[in-house]
């Protein structure tokens, strides 16, 4: 071989003259783009199922449910098996099955279906089935989207277009119904900024929309031009406008992220470019958030009726989150999921069943009901649930697309379709993992339909090989179909007939979950109006037997015992909840049969069931109470103890715990305890007039009583004019208790009559430094002043006491002063 040959031979495939010739051949396509529609007539069918996605899953309304999410997930599962249904009777598709199978010969698509094989193998590690099975067909059901839209595109890529314009308009008609709100909460038709909402269940779900819709706006403000151009421009600009009146300080950090990324991105193509062109993008995007953000202040400033943490600005929100109570759960929801991984790192606890295990340690340190239901993080509750093989497959669906993002962006060329549908793709995904990161998105299908078209655009970019290595790989791939084609169609046909029988089973869960949410609203409205007024007819017996949960966790079983027990049934109510196990760590069955026992008088069975409460939910006060109760009846006094110090060592804010706990230990002899508790109680809560009055009571109690004999005595001698006899038994007294005016004054007086006008003024003194306002003490002063010569004062005192409408200070006034005033 010859050196040139040779030299040849170790050129780089990117070196080769002949692949110089096909990136001058299309940049040159670049250079004149041949205008297309937005839809040919022969995308009609596959844009209309797109549309359908689109708009179905968004729009949705409640229908009466509990939460959207019930009757959106009902409509995505539909949909998913119509329009699977439909492109199996595709002649396109049915002349070439194997295609189906091309999502797997992607590495994001395989980890996502080796992910759903995990997700169905931690059922074994599951408490609550049922839960499991209901996870699972939401997982399915947008699994079943992304798949669809896969195979949608892999028959006609271009359709990716219609996808951003369409999300694009979505972003501006989104943000815009922002804008409407914050009119009506400026002028004062909305009370809160929590309650802006527009076609979403809460704001916190539009504000996701918005934000994740925003790189479709950024992709045509980055690649197209004409009109579409400016389209992207304003979505991108609206997008972040809204996403800052909003006021959702997860998506503001992601803003900052990204606007670092973008920075890092644009210097970087500055540098190895050299040319200027890369700015132009950035300066678009800044100009939008600068833009945005002055808009934001201005109108918060200036317009905003009322102040809070909704109207604050940008940085005060975000300094709040350190002090934020509720973020401080959520972290602490977080470093308890990283102690249940570890406990159970291959399989975790089982699909759905994150909600179920995180109370073993929330309920060490929650004092009522309200739970976190999800993890307000997606990667974190995945791995708890599915164990860390399956929580990493999770991420890498996203790593993979990441990857070939910078994969694509390392050639030179960069104008490229396949490093455009990449930019996308790679973008969306990162603006949903900001979501996923400080939310539950999978379990909101209208974000979840974003993931939808963001992953399947990254997938079948990835297998269309737009470049040549790509297209070798294609090259090497379709060899491969054509020898094991017959196989691939065989596994295609038996994939489609598993997934058509996991759709159907899907839409049936979905629709029971749908019809129980209906029940779950009644329910749910009536508990937050603090009454329960239907039958309980109306419940038992009506609800599905899927889901056993209600959407906020509850055991549906104990639904229903609330309505027994408010209608007295209480013999029904332990026949229901005794062979529930839906939860073992919430204690609400236990402490709904401790109560049901309690009140049919069986106090051994009720107090057994109150210790199983208390021992799944140490800090609930209600359960405190009925245990200490049924001890102290059962003249077991001096073990309640424990129970109420344990609860008041945790929480410090409950005046009626305060209140019973203090009265427990005055009526068991434990004064000193109460006392205790009392003042500190008082120290906490110096406003509240109970816990006034009982610190005062316990004070008279602990301080006063054991000395009350030497104030007796002190007032049977002074009843008796015997002044002297009297002093030392009050003096005694005044200095071993707390300050009483009613002593003081008395000892005032006593000083006055044995003329020691010193001592008496001197009292006097003590008990107005107290604040303590007496018209006849103040006489009495200047009485002692005008005796000891000090004439001024005593006038000063004669007058005050007149003015407070004592007679004798009338009088001494006017005899001893000269007034007429």
Known sequence: MTKKKRHLSKQKPYDRPERHARKKNRSDRHKQPQKEPLIRLSQVPYAFILLLYIFVVTFTPNWMALDTNTSKFLTLSLLNLLSFAYLLTRQDIRGEPGLLMRFFDTKAGLAYGVFLGILLLSFTQAINILESVLHFTKMFSVFSAVFIVSVILMRDIRLVKMIVVVGALLLIFDSVSVFYYIGQFIEGDIRRISDIKSVYSNKNILASAIFVKIPFAIYLWKYDSGPLKLVGLV????????????????????????????????????????????????????????????????????????????????????ATIQDDAQQSNRVNAWFWSFDIIRENPLLGVGAGNWKINILEHENQENTGYIYLYKAHNDFIE???????????????????????????????????????????????????????????????????????????????????????????????????????????????????????????????????????????????????????????????????????????????TSLKARYLMEEEKYREVIDLLKDDRTNPFDGRREYFMATAYNNLNQKDSALIYSQKAYAVKPHYFRNVFLLTNL????????ETGPYLEGFLAHDKSNAQAYLYATSLFHRSGDIERAWQHIDTAYQAMPNDSLIERQHRFLQHQKFVVPHQHLYNRAMNHYTN?????????????????????????????????????????????????????????????????????????????????????????????????????
């Open 235 to 318: 979505g991108m600009f609206t997008g972040i406008l809204a996403t800052f009146f909003l006021a959702t300080r997860g998506f503001y950090v992601g803003l900052i992220v990204v606007t670092a990324v973008f920075l890092l991105y644009t210097l970087y193509n500055l540098i190895r470019d050299k040319k200027l062109q890369p700015a132009g993008f950035f300066a678009g995007y800044v100009v939008s958030l600068v833009l945005a953000l002055l808009i934001f202040s201005v109108v918060r400033a200036n317009l905003y009726p009322q102040r809070g943490r909704h109207t604050q600005s940008v940085g005060a929100q975000l």
């Open 721 to 821: 004019q015997r002044f002297e006899e009297a002093l030392p038994y009050l003096s005694e007294f005044v200095s071993k208790t707390p300050f009483d005016p009613n002593a003081h004054r008395m000892l005032a007086f006593i000083h006055y009559n044995l003329e020691d006008h010193e001592k008496t003024i001197e009292t006097i003194n003590t008990v107005f430094d107290r604040d303590v306002d007496d018209p006849v003490l103040m006489n009495l002063r200047g009485v002692c002043h005008r005796a000891l010569g000090d004439n001024d004062a005593a006038c000063e005192d004669f007058y005050a006491a007149m003015e407070a409408g004592n007679a004798s200070g009338e009088t001494n006034y006017r005899n001893f002063c000269g007034g007429e005033e």
């Open 382 to 556: 995945m791995m708890t649930e599915t164990g860390i093989p399956g929580g990493l497959l999770y991420i890498f669906i996203f790593v993979f697309v990441f990857w070939n993002l910078i994969k694509a962006y390392l050639y030179k060329d960069r104008n490229t379709r396949r490093y455009r549908h990449l930019f996308l793709a790679g973008s969306g995904l990162m603006f949903y993992g900001f979501d996923a990161f400080f939310n539950f998105p999978h379990d909101r299908p209208e974000i979840q339909m974003l993931f939808a078209l963001y992953l399947p655009i990254g997938i079948v970019t990835i297998l269309s090989g737009d470049d040549e290595q790509d297209e070798k790989d294609a090259r090497i791939f379709s060899h491969k179909q054509e020898e094991s084609s017959s196989f691939r169609n065989k596994l295609a046909k038996f994939f489609s007939a598993g997934m058509i029988v996991l759709m159907l089973f899907s839409a049936y869960i979905s629709y029971l979950n749908f019809e129980s949410s209906k029940l779950q609203r009644v329910i749910y409205q009536e508990i937050m109006a603090g009454r329960l007024r239907e039958s309980s007819d109306r419940f038992i017996g009506h609800f599905p037997w899927i889901p056993n949960l209600s959407v906020w966790g509850e055991s549906i």
């Open 631 to 638: 001890l102290t009846e059962k003249e077991r006094i001096d």
